[in-house]
């Protein structure tokens, strides 16, 4: 039973996420195939990131954090910016740079940020496969849910400047050079708020401002092609 509901942890965000972005570019979607390719580079990106984890002991870097929560605040602080936030992002990224871009679908500034999320829906999803199988109830739905959001938000950053710099012929590292450390800066700020209640509200207003950047960007997107 514990393995259903596990599963079921897993599946339902991701489909009700991918239906959601999918809606919101329903005026000229996306292939289906190009979104279910997406999502498995997001897995597999997520299985590369947990590999090179085990490799920060190498060069002296904690694979856990765990331990700087609890007692070292300030080098969690930038843990969480210099290791979690950069390297889950670029981890996310490269897929989106060394093989999306090469779609012939993407043709309009909000690919970029649905073909990122979709990434992050994969990315979350592999994510989960780990963290769910340690907790239960609310806190497992709660977590199954709020993982692939978040992570879809902090890529909506740089999919959005470089999916736009793309579309208008503008230079791509320069594009993912701020992306990439906007979201990353998000990205590391976000989970240093999650270990403290308090600090919990501003991570929960983090996400809220971004998420309606994002929805403005996509209803103006979408409004242009009716």
Known sequence: MTLWIILSGIIAPAVFWSGYFYYKDRFQPEPIRNLGITYILGLVTAYGCVKFYGLLPLIGIPEDPSALMESHGIQFFFYS??????????FKFLPFILIILRLKAFDEKIDGIVYASTIALGFASFENIHYLAHLEGFELFGRAFASPLTHTIFSSIWGYTVGKARIQGKSLFKASLIG??????????????????????????????????????????????K
């Open 180 to 225: 990439l450390s906007i979201a990353a800066a998000v990205h590391g700020i976000f989970d240093f708020f999650t270990i403290s209640p308090t600090l919990r509200i501003a991570a929960s207003l983090i996400i809220l401002v971004i998420w309606i950047w994002r929805i403005r960007v996509m209803e103006k997107s979408s409004r242009g092609k």
């Open 81 to 90: 910016l210099g290791v979690i936030g950069l390297i889950e992002e670029l």
